[in-house]
């Protein structure tokens, strides 16, 4: 039986996790809010088998300008609004604060807009620290939240 590489506990199932860059085997209690890149499940002839892992709301998100995007794809195939509602099974005034980027769409909805008007808004999270290109010396705590 192998031992978990945080805690030191011997293992019944085996996670594979993300952690700072390093995968690492641990047990199902360390896993516990980390990103498990996989799961090893029933070993069979010594081989761990692989379960795969659904990518969550928080490896995915919104492209810039996502609003305006889904905007134009409606217009360009001349489709009204609460037609496009009545497609999604979605309220139109909700689909209206998403144009308008006041409302981040689920990713179930995300992935409904997206086949309906046939784009891309989602992009996979990039792990790459935000860098400051303003003037030297004047940044601001905003700045690097907000960029």
């Known amino acids: ?31 516990k809010g980390k990103k498990v890149v996989y799961k090893a499940v029933e070993e069979r002839a010594g081989v761990p088998q692989r379960k795969a892992v659904k990518k ?13 995007k889904m905007h134009q794809a409606r217009d360009q195939m001349q489709l009204p609004l609460k037609v496009l509602a009545e497609m999604l099974n979605e ?16 990713i179930e909805l995300t992935k409904k807009i997206e086949k309906a008007l046939n784009i891309k ?15 030297p010396g004047k940044a601001t705590l905003g700045d690097f939240f907000n960029s």
Do not use: F
């Open 56 to 68: 969550t709301d928080e490896e995915i998100e919104l492209v810039e300008g996502y609003g305006k």
């Open 121 to 135: 808004i989602t992009q996979q999270k990039s792990d790459e620290p935000k860098v400051y290109t303003g003037k």
């Open 91 to 106: 309220k139109e005034g909700l689909l209206l604060r998403i144009e308008e980027e006041k409302t981040r769409p689920p």
């Open 1 to 31: 039986m192998e031992e978990c590489e945080l805690c030191g506990r011997k293992m019944n199932d085996v996670y594979i996790v993300s952690i700072e860059g390093s995968d690492l085997r641990v047990c199902s209690s360390c896993a």
